[in-house]
């Protein structure tokens, strides 16, 4: 497997740094220009580019469930043969929130976002 498909993507990454999430990882997306694309390496410490996080890491940052004041939020997540999938239920078991991607890096990057742009956690 490659190392990117072990990592949220880049997008996922620009967008967690713009959320002032900590660029604290093992390793980040840097541009190559003789290649003129972005890859993921090993982090250094001139920390160019933006962190690439792996499920593990971004699993430490998503709390087991949300309190907005209001209600608490559970995360329920399963994996499919095709694709990743979190719900984010309320005590009631309402559905507040369906993501899907297709590996799990990618969804807990996903998860994070929703839950940092809406006010449910902080960073």
Request: proline share 4%; aromatic share 14%.
């Amino acid at each position: 497997m490659r190392l990117e498909d072990q990592v949220a993507s880049l997008d996922l990454c620009k967008r967690l740094k713009e959320l002032n999430v900590k660029q604290e990882s093992y390793f980040e997306w840097l541009y190559r220009p003789d290649l003129d694309s972005w890859s993921v390496s090993p982090r250094f410490k001139n920390q160019l580019g933006y962190s690439a996080f792996t499920s593990s890491e971004l699993g430490e940052m998503l709390p087991y469930s949300v309190d907005d004041g209001v209600d608490f939020y559970y995360p329920n997540y399963t994996k499919h043969p095709k694709y990743y999938r979190v719900q984010l239920l309320s005590d009631g078991n309402k559905m507040l929130l369906n993501l899907t991607a297709d590996t799990e890096s990618e969804l807990r990057a996903k998860m994070l976002i929703y839950l940092i742009e809406n006010g449910l956690v902080n960073v």
